[in-house]
């Protein structure tokens, strides 16, 4: 999904169930200073493809929803890095791993105890000249 300046209602549950490699992604894609929110909540199960969370330059994705599963996450933009801000503000239970692809001004920021979940392993980009986020 692309958005701008969009809300996904906490009424909806996003599974994802990617066959291939690659991403599947939620980026907030719009203009300098455009804010979306995902308020529902992510499954997460795919052993190939990482569920993505991204946002452009200059713009800020809110994840609100709880990202659980035995799939991985990526956070940033693609192989290229994100230089926008994605918060993660929920407890994540999801137990794959957890990559950073963000370019060099790009953010994240956890706002709760286990936003990154306490059994992921942490690995800081996908290839050389990305992952140099600022990590708050």
Do not use: C
């Amino acid at each position: 999904f692309q958005l701008e300046n969009y809300t996904i209602a906490n009424s909806v549950t996003i599974n994802v169930t990617a066959t291939g490699t690659g991403y599947s992604s939620i980026v907030e894609s719009g203009s300098s200073g455009s804010v979306s929110t995902i308020n529902a909540n992510v499954t997460q199960n795919s052993s190939t493809a990482y569920f993505e969370l991204g946002a452009g330059s200059g713009t800020t994705l809110n994840m609100n929803g709880i990202i659980s599963g035995s799939g991985k996450v990526a956070i940033g933009t693609g192989n290229g890095g994100g230089s926008g801000t994605v918060f993660l503000n929920n407890t994540n239970t999801y137990t794959g791993e957890t990559i950073f692809v963000n370019g060099s001004s790009g953010k994240i920021v956890l706002g709760a105890n286990n936003a990154i979940s306490s059994v992921s392993s942490l690995r800081m980009g996908a290839v050389s000249g990305n992952g140099g986020s600022t990590f708050n």
